[in-house]
């Protein structure tokens, strides 16, 4: 099995498109079509980390977060980014980062951290604009199933925990093949009348391709007449954050040391206490305070995150708002990458990483 089989299933799960602009998931060094000998699952791909996966015969790191994020200007190993790299390259390791793309869609991060604490009815807190088109095309009536199959099968059509969606409306369609011209139907030089589906899908932008040649393939005109849409539409299955209720509601300190139990916490940074029931509780891992007033305005109790700053603490005007700390937070991101892939690749040797990589500690004797 080659590096690239398995990135390629885990785009699958969590595809790249799906990651923030200011994102850099993929993979990061290495070469893909090399044969895989092991997989290292870690949240930081860190010189330790790689130290591990030399020493356990693995040439594949899977990272949640991207080693190089902002760029490299030089690779003389002055810190601990530089080094890592150099070390990966020398010893022939790759390392992959699986990150906002695995934070945005619904079954990834954040359900990890809905699923400890108990979360039902979950819905993504903030959904991702603009990643929907639309595709129209106009097909003989005979014809127009094949079309709507093979869009089907291509991806196209899926809303929510509904699939096979279309829209069809009949109408006319006019041509005249020119000279040199294959027609489907009608003769050359003659306007053609025919009756024709007018066939809409919607889907995820990043399968255009897919979509159009899957038409293209199953549509029997010379030339197909299409549009292409772009919308603004949220996509609910993909987005920042999620939210949903704990089965029952809790009185705050309850909640909180349930918190602390469940995330094997040795502090939680968090807002004043109200007096108030838990029920509604809005989660996202890693440095989340831009979802602050996402999470107001869908009425949370709580929100839990990481990364909050002294500031950002007012903005939750009232809103019980914890800050766990952001390993703490995606701890278990280790345990959903380890399932995916041991679901897929019951045989292989895929390894959760035994290095602590949180540099942060806290002095509580
Ligand atoms: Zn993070």
């Known amino acids: 099995m080659k590096i690239s089989d398995i990135t390629q299933h885990l785009e699958l799960v969590a595809p790249v498109h799906f990651q923030e602009s200011y994102d850099n998931a993929g993979l990061i060094v290495g070469n893909a079509d090399v044969e895989?000998?092991?997989?290292?699952?870690?949240?930081?791909?860190?010189?330790?980390?790689?130290?591990?996966?030399?020493?356990?015969?693995?040439?594949?790191?899977?990272?949640?977060?991207?080693?190089?994020?902002?760029?490299?200007?030089?690779?003389?190993?002055?810190n601990y980014v530089e080094r890592t790299i150099l070390k990966a390259i020398k010893n022939d390791i790759a390392i992959y980062a699986i990150h906002t793309n695995l934070d945005n869609i619904k079954m990834g991060v954040n359900n990890k951290i809905a699923e400890k604490i108990g979360l039902q009815n979950l819905q993504i807190l903030q959904p991702?604009?603009?990643?929907?088109?639309?595709?129209?095309?106009?097909?003989?009536?005979?014809?127009?199933?094949?079309?709507?199959?093979?869009?089907?099968?291509?991806?196209?059509?899926?809303?929510?925990?509904?699939?096979?969606?279309?829209?069809?409306?009949?109408?006319?369609?006019?041509?005249?093949?020119?000279?040199?011209?294959?027609?489907?139907?009608?003769?050359?030089?003659?306007?053609?009348?025919?009756?024709?589906?007018?066939?809409?899908?919607?889907?995820?932008a990043y399968i255009e391709q897919r979509i159009i040649s899957a038409m293209i393939e199953a549509h029997p005109y010379e030339e197909v007449a299409y549009d292409i849409i772009s919308l603004g539409n949220y996509l609910s299955e993909v987005g920042s954050g999620l939210i949903g209720e704990l089965e029952n509601e809790a009185n705050e300190t309850e909640f909180l040391g349930k918190i602390k139990s469940d995330f094997g916490l040795k502090v939680i940074r968090h807002t004043s206490l109200a007096g108030k029931k838990v029920k509604k509780v809005a989660v996202c891992g890693g440095a989340g305070s831009y979802l602050i007033p996402i999470a107001l305005s869908n009425k949370a109790d709580v929100y839990i995150t990481s990364d909050i700053k002294y500031h950002e603490f007012f903005d939750a005007e009232g809103m019980l708002m914890l800050d766990i700390g952001h390993y703490e937070s995606e701890q278990f991101t280790i345990d959903l990458l380890y399932a995916i892939l041991r679901e897929k690749y019951p045989n292989f040797a895929v390894r959760k990483t035994e290095v602590i990589t949180n540099p942060v500690y806290y002095f509580v004797e």
């Open 36 to 78: 895989c000998t092991g997989i290292i699952i870690s949240l930081d791909a860190i010189e330790a980390v790689i130290d591990e996966a030399i020493s356990k015969q693995c040439n594949l790191v899977i990272a949640h977060h991207p080693i190089i994020f902002k760029g490299l200007n030089k690779l003389n190993g002055k």
């Open 128 to 204: 991702k604009e603009n990643i929907l088109k639309k595709l129209i095309t106009f097909a003989p009536l005979d014809k127009a199933e094949g079309i709507r199959k093979a869009l089907f099968a291509a991806g196209a059509g899926q809303l929510g925990k509904y699939s096979e969606c279309s829209f069809n409306t009949e109408g006319t369609g006019t041509f005249k093949a020119e000279k040199g011209a294959d027609p489907h139907v009608g003769e050359i030089g003659v306007r053609h009348e025919e009756k024709e589906i007018k066939l809409e899908v919607i889907f995820p």
